[in-house]
């Protein structure tokens, strides 16, 4: 038992070390660089429900350096029942040339989730380079010239942007923003090692060459989310996975809000941790195991030392193996994200986490879960 935990926590150490050697890797370019802005882009908004959060938006985007002229943003209404449609309808009639509305194509008619919306939006369209961000975030000017400058420097078939959780400075925020860049990071960091694992559909970028040559969301239609992680997770496999890249910018980064309460974090979470049994690259899958076996060590360890079946030492030197090689990843990640990392909060984390992998790890495998007032099933 004991040189099975000693194991553990070396193996840890060693994935922290590799989390924190992938993210310096990354490769930033010299903005001295930057090419001529004559690339078009389709921007996809998938969007339901959202007339709190659509307007500010939209907003966004008109207000982008990026040549307006060169930008068609898509609008694709998955039958909101507020009064997104209304706002939807406004803004396009305002700027015709700038905003399309996107109607469902029959061939994608039978997919689920917002693939079927985004094939759609790139089948209605031409444009060279494709963007895709929530209807529930906010960006900055800069946001499509700074991916678009790394798609161009880069030859990347697709780039993975970076994403920040921000709401209000409660204690249940902050914890929902730390493991928000915990995520953010660690899919950037493989990235950077040249194993795509994570990206979040919140900020991705891809070519429609690419997009086209892989056959796009085909394969993983029948399944509801993932219409980021599948694609990237293709590209890689069938093309390269340098062929992948992450936009380490400050000006990339787009703004999405915590989860208002425990339901909706729930329900959020295991619709992501739910993928994880559907991935086809082997390594992402062990990855994903390997995760929720340490975790599950922790908890199991802690309950024996409670009982006094085992030495409290390998429970510090467990859990501390962990905040340690959690700690200085975790804070320069959060420094470029602008988050406001404290130790309270990191400590708290680093206690809470264990239960939290190891829950949504088995939730993710049962039933269902809720999102937009829909029901999806999980298998």
């Known amino acids: 038992m004991e040189i099975y935990l000693f194991i553990c926590a070396l193996l840890y150490s060693i994935f922290g070390m590799l989390l924190f050697v992938g993210w310096q890797k990354i490769k930033k370019y010299p903005k001295d660089s930057i090419k001529e802005l004559t690339t078009e882009v389709a921007i996809i908004i998938p969007i339901r429900n959202e007339e709190k959060s659509i307007g500010l938006l939209l907003q966004d985007l008109c207000a982008q350096t990026y040549p307006r002229a060169r930008m068609r943003i898509y609008l694709a209404d998955d039958g909101s029942t507020d009064t997104t449609p209304a706002i939807l309808a406004d803004w396009t009639a305002r700027y015709p040339t700038l905003f399309k509305q996107v109607t469902l194509n029959p061939a994608y008619a039978d997919w689920r989730g917002k693939k079927r919306w985004i094939a759609s939006a790139i089948a209605a369209g031409s444009e060279s380079f494709i963007l895709t961000t929530d209807a529930d975030c906010r960006i900055g000017p800069d946001w499509v010239k700074t991916m678009m400058h790394t798609w161009l420097e880069s030859g990347a078939g697709f780039v993975s942007g970076p994403v920040r959780m921000q709401g209000e400075p409660s204690f249940w925020n902050r914890i929902q923003a730390l493991e928000f860049s915990s995520l953010v990071g660690s899919g950037a960091s493989a990235i950077g090692l040249q194993y795509p694992l994570m990206c979040n559909g919140a900020n991705v970028g891809?070519?429609?060459?690419?997009?086209l040559a892989v056959k796009g969301f085909e394969g993983n239609s029948a399944i509801a989310s993932g219409?980021?992680?599948f694609l990237m997770h293709k590209i890689s496999a069938e093309i390269s996975p340098k062929a992948v890249v992450f936009c380490k910018e400050f000006a990339a980064i787009v703004t999405t809000a915590p989860a208002p309460d425990w339901v909706t974090f729930y329900q959020q979470r295991k619709r992501w941790a739910g993928k994880w049994g559907k991935y086809k690259l082997?390594?992402?899958?062990?990855?994903?195991?390997w995760i929720f076996i340490f975790h599950l060590t922790l908890i199991i360890v802690l309950f024996l030392a409670m009982f006094l079946i085992m030495s409290w030492k390998w429970l510090a030197f467990l859990w501390g193996t962990k905040a340690v090689s959690d700690y200085f990843y975790l804070k320069s990640v959060a420094r470029f994200l602008s988050i406001d990392f404290k130790n309270s909060t990191?400590?708290?984390?680093?206690?809470?986490?264990?239960?939290?992998?190891?829950?949504?790890?088995?939730a993710s495998r049962l039933g269902s879960y809720t999102w937009k007032e829909r029901i999806e099933k999980l298998s």
Do not use: K, M, T
Request: net charge negative; hydrophobic share 50%.
């Open 346 to 362: 990191f400590i708290n984390a680093v206690v809470l986490y264990p239960f939290y992998a190891v829950g949504f790890g088995i």
């Open 227 to 229: 219409d980021d992680e």
């Open 206 to 211: 891809y070519s429609r060459e690419v997009y």
């Open 282 to 289: 082997r390594y992402v899958q062990w990855i994903a195991v």
